[in-house]
């Protein structure tokens, strides 16, 4: 069966697979696309239940059952030499797709990691995360309030300076809200977010020998940047960037800055 995944593919060259964070798209990578698709062929993929993927009905929308989506597809599409780009939510999810290549004994596939603000241990839920998570609570907020007015609070409680949000950025990650289904993806993802077996995740972490880049803000707040310095210590073969002056989505607030990090990490696994 086919992942129930929406990827944009574009441009040639190695691959790069980058996935999103809770309830986002790839819309987050909009400043990294057209440079990254300029030297390498990029999978910008929606995880489902967001942006324009599907939506299961089975209601099974943890970052396991994304993490196996993300890797049907590589395999279904025999992607080799693959540089695994997540943020947020994203980041644990390419962490659980490299340990997977792993497993299979399948490492030729995967170049190395570069998790944004990544996911990764026991640490506490942001409060919009834990609303969400809330069946009945989580879609009322959103279906009385309105994806135009919920995404702005969400986006002043994560990002360093509120007054950088603009009508693009509100519009861009609001957009798929305005459907029932998604609205109730989201609540379904909030719901799994925590990983069963969380614990043996965290403790597997350090046998992924794979080259690692870790980009945080130092103000980061739904990610903490000690998750990133744990990763930092625990992967064998990683490097953490942090950024002054950030929250949570370099991709967009330290955008130029965060793409010459990731270039030349991708030069350095060439």
């Given at each position: 069966?086919?992942?129930?995944?929406?990827?944009?593919?574009?441009?040639?060259?190695?691959?790069?697979?980058?996935?999103?964070?809770?309830?986002?798209?790839?819309?987050?990578?909009?400043?990294w696309a057209d440079d990254l698709a300029s030297?390498?062929?990029?999978?910008?993929?929606?995880?489902?239940?967001?942006?324009?993927?599907?939506?299961?009905?089975?209601?099974?929308?943890?970052?396991?059952?994304?993490?196996?989506?993300?890797?049907?597809?590589?395999?279904?599409?025999?992607?080799?030499?693959?540089?695994?780009?997540?943020?947020?939510?994203?980041?644990?999810i390419a962490l659980f797709v490299a340990l997977?290549?792993?497993?299979?004994?399948?490492?030729?596939?995967?170049?190395?990691?570069?998790?944004?603000?990544?996911?990764?241990?026991?640490?506490?839920?942001?409060?919009?995360?834990?609303?969400?998570?809330?069946?009945?609570?989580?879609?009322?907020?959103?279906?009385?309030?309105?994806?135009?007015?919920?995404?702005?609070?969400?986006?002043?409680?994560?990002?360093?300076?509120?007054?950088?949000?603009?009508?693009?950025?509100?519009?861009?990650?609001?957009?798929?809200?305005?459907?029932?289904?998604?609205?109730?993806?989201?609540?379904?993802?909030?719901?799994?977010?925590?990983?069963?077996?969380?614990?043996?995740?965290?403790?597997?972490?350090?046998?992924?020998?794979?080259?690692?880049?870790?980009?945080?803000?130092?103000?980061?707040?739904?990610?903490?940047?000690?998750?990133?310095?744990?990763?930092?210590?625990?992967?064998?073969?990683?490097?953490?960037?942090?950024?002054?002056?950030?929250?949570?989505?370099?991709?967009?607030?330290?955008?130029?800055?965060?793409?010459?990090?990731?270039?030349?990490?991708?030069?350095?696994?060439?």
């Amino acid at each position: 069966m086919s992942a129930p995944l929406d990827v944009e593919v574009r441009g040639r060259g190695r691959p790069i697979v980058l996935m999103h964070g809770f309830a986002a798209s790839r819309f987050t990578y909009r400043f990294w696309a057209d440079d990254l698709a300029s030297t390498h062929q990029i999978h910008l993929v929606d995880l489902f239940g967001c942006g324009c993927a599907p939506f299961p009905a089975d209601g099974r929308y943890g970052p396991r059952e994304q993490g196996e989506a993300v890797l049907r597809y590589i395999r279904e599409n025999d992607l080799r030499g693959v540089t695994l780009v997540g943020h947020s939510l994203g980041g644990g999810i390419a962490l659980f797709v490299a340990l997977r290549l792993q497993e299979l004994g399948e490492t030729d596939r995967l170049a190395g990691i570069v998790s944004v603000a990544g996911a990764a241990y026991v640490q506490a839920l942001p409060k919009f995360i834990g609303l969400v998570r809330l069946p009945w609570i989580g879609r009322w907020l959103l279906r009385a309030i309105g994806p135009e007015r919920v995404i702005p609070a969400v986006l002043r409680s994560i990002l360093y300076d509120p007054s950088s949000i603009t009508p693009e950025q509100i519009d861009g990650y609001a957009a798929p809200l305005r459907e029932w289904e998604r609205r109730r993806a989201v609540v379904e993802t909030a719901r799994h977010i925590v990983p069963e077996g969380i614990e043996d995740l965290e403790r597997r972490w350090r046998t992924i020998q794979a080259p690692a880049l870790l980009l945080w803000g130092r103000q980061d707040y739904v990610v903490p940047l000690w998750v990133g310095e744990r990763l930092a210590r625990e992967l064998p073969n990683s490097e953490l960037v942090v950024f002054e002056r950030c929250g949570h989505i370099p991709p967009e607030e330290r955008a130029e800055e965060s793409l010459v990090h990731v270039r030349r990490f991708l030069r350095r696994i060439a």
